[in-house]
């Protein structure tokens, strides 16, 4: 099958209020557990790449790896740039076989955002690739910012549903609690944000620092109109929980292989649980 658009995953999962497991992978292992969860999960699947996966792995590495699994998968797949933030790679992923791309103007004025989301809509859209656009700031567990001051950094209603009809994006992420990271603290979700941008607008939005959310916040964010949940920490930990489980067991061990296969299988059990929750399971 050959990688599709992220419209394309979000319009059917609009249609059937569930939401799309986004996962971040930087090497073979992570695509091939992911690939191989939605297989056995029967469901659409979005990989995504961010600018430091890219550095790590090689554009063409990427493109190379998901192009091959997409070629024997039999569910629907895009390719996603994740927080793009140049506009040169966002251009370069294009080019290389990317179906979506998000730009991350959050460090821009309002305005400015606006402008620059808008002009990457003009090219991707000319070429059948999706855009993700973000207003408002979606910071890090780590960014260590006192409660109040991210009740603060929570993107206002209005600003959300004037950058989605300005630009024209195809999914919208905004500041409604979440952040990146391992969570301290379970996140307090601003439930109500997300019900009133999505009553308004009907735009798929996208539930970023998805790791660690409380599964019930999940299920009611999906219920309001959460289409897209990104998902990047837990993955590393699982693999890692994994990696490091069977280092302490066989500390002689020389192949690695012999290493990677069980934290690969152990991935793909975690992104299977993540798929039934977010309902996208059974949808391909
Ligand atoms: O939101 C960020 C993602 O978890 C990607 O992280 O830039 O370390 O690849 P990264
Ligand atoms: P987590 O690493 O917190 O799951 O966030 C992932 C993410 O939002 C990628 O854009
Ligand atoms: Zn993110």
Do not use: W
């Not at 209020?17 to 930087?26: R, V």
């Not at 294009?94 to 002009?119: C, H, L, P, Q």
């Not at 590393?236 to 280092?247: G, S």
Request: net charge negative.
């Amino acid at each position: 099958m050959t990688l599709v658009s992220l419209r394309t995953l979000l319009d059917a999962a609009q249609a059937g209020k569930y939401a799309i497991g986004a996962f971040n992978c930087n090497n073979m292992e992570v695509v091939q557990a992911i690939v191989a969860a939605a297989e056995e999960a029967r469901s659409p699947v979005i990989l995504q790449a961010s600018q430091g996966a890219i550095k790590y792995a090689g554009l063409d590495y990427i493109v190379s790896m998901v192009k091959a699994a997409a070629a024997k998968a039999t569910v629907p797949m895009a390719l996603h740039l994740d927080h793009g933030t140049d506009f040169n790679t966002i251009m370069a992923c294009i080019r290389a076989g990317f179906t979506s791309v998000m730009f991350d103007g959050s460090k821009y004025e309002k305005e400015e955002n606006i402008a620059r989301t808008k002009e990457i809509v003009k090219i991707a859209h000319a070429v059948g690739v999706s855009v993700e656009g973000e207003i408002g700031k979606i910071g890090g567990v780590e960014d260590d910012i006192a409660v109040d001051e991210r009740d603060a950094m929570l993107t206002p209603v209005p600003d959300a549903i004037e950058f989605y009809e300005a630009t024209g994006v195809d999914a919208l992420a905004m500041s409604f609690g979440t952040a990146h990271g391992p969570y301290k603290l379970p996140p307090k979700l601003d439930l109500d944000r997300i019900a009133a941008v999505h009553q308004k607008t009907g735009a798929p939005l996208v539930m970023h620092g998805g790791s660690g959310v409380p599964e019930e916040d999940v299920r009611k964010g999906i219920e309001l109109g959460i289409r897209k949940v990104n998902i990047d920490t837990e993955l590393r930990q699982a693999f890692l929980a994994e990696v490091r489980r069977q280092l302490a067991e066989r500390p002689d061990e020389l192949d690695p292989r012999k290493i990677f296969a069980p934290a690969r299988e152990v991935l793909k059990e975690h992104i299977k649980e993540k798929m039934r929750l977010f309902g996208c399971a059974g949808k391909a």
